[in-house]
């Protein structure tokens, strides 16, 4: 079996429940479609995790690109060199992080070995930002946040680093015929608010579009599906 998640945010209890929950079989695969670091307190426990379970695939959310490109810095040591080396972009970019949540996710790797660090930073690098995935008969695109700037036929190599990345979605617009997309990033119950619907931390399907976060990160749900079945589970 397949199964996704994504947003985990730092949660720790929500990623061991899911795990118990799912007992992953050697021929099993969870893909965790990105964010699993920030606001809460353990993303870095939880990526460490993640790393070791060859049955855990990651996908690159936006928090994974803001701490991949924020943490060789600082890791620097700080001198009156490097600081004056860090440019008003870096400092942006620090500043954005800390503000999303960042602190939790800097104070774990502060708790690491240098070289378990470095082992942290090459697992962010080599996340992947989209996968294609056939299962139970259907065919599914997965990202972090759906895809912007959609066109039918636009090969996904073509977009860009932030089209999967920061993309706010329309759940209710048409997408491929014949094919899933799938993310997480926006919370389903702001989807389902901003569609005037009842708001529940759900899956939420519409069409061929499928919305996963259920808010894990702010105090909700961790949902998971099952791409064979698209059964659901919650934890
Ligand atoms: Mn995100």
Redesign the pocket.
């Known amino acids: 079996m397949i199964y996704v998640c994504s947003?985990i945010h730092g949660r720790y209890d929500k990623w061991r429940a899911l795990l118990a929950a799912l007992d992953l079989k050697p021929d099993d695969e969870l893909i965790v479609l990105?964010?699993v670091i920030d606001r809460g307190e353990d993303g870095i426990r939880i990526l460490r995790e993640m790393l070791q379970h060859p049955n855990v695939v990651p996908l690159l959310?936006?928090?994974e690109l803001n701490a991949a490109l924020c943490i060789p810095k600082l890791l620097r040591e700080i001198t009156d060199e490097s600081l004056a080396a860090l440019d008003g972009r870096d400092i942006a970019a620090l500043s954005e992080w800390l503000q999303n949540g960042g602190g939790p996710t800097l104070r774990g790797l502060r708790e690491i070995s240098p070289d378990e660090r470095e082992e942290v930073l090459d697992y962010l690098r080599d996340m992947e930002l989209y996968l294609e995935v056939e299962a139970g008969g259907r065919s599914f695109v997965l990202t972090?946040?759906g895809l912007d700037h959609f066109e039918p036929d636009k090969p996904l190599e073509d977009y860009e680093l932030l089209d999967f990345l920061l993309g706010r979605p329309d759940p209710a617009a048409e997408i491929w015929p014949d094919k899933y997309l799938i993310y997480?990033?926006t919370p389903t119950r702001l989807l389902r608010e901003q569609m005037g619907e009842p708001i529940s931390d759900e899956i939420l399907r519409r069409g061929n579009q499928i919305a996963i976060d259920c808010g894990c990160g702010y105090d909700g749900r961790l949902g998971c599906l099952c791409l064979d079945t698209l059964e659901e589970r919650y934890v």
């Open positions: 947003d990105g964010d959310g936006n928090h972090h946040a997480g990033h």
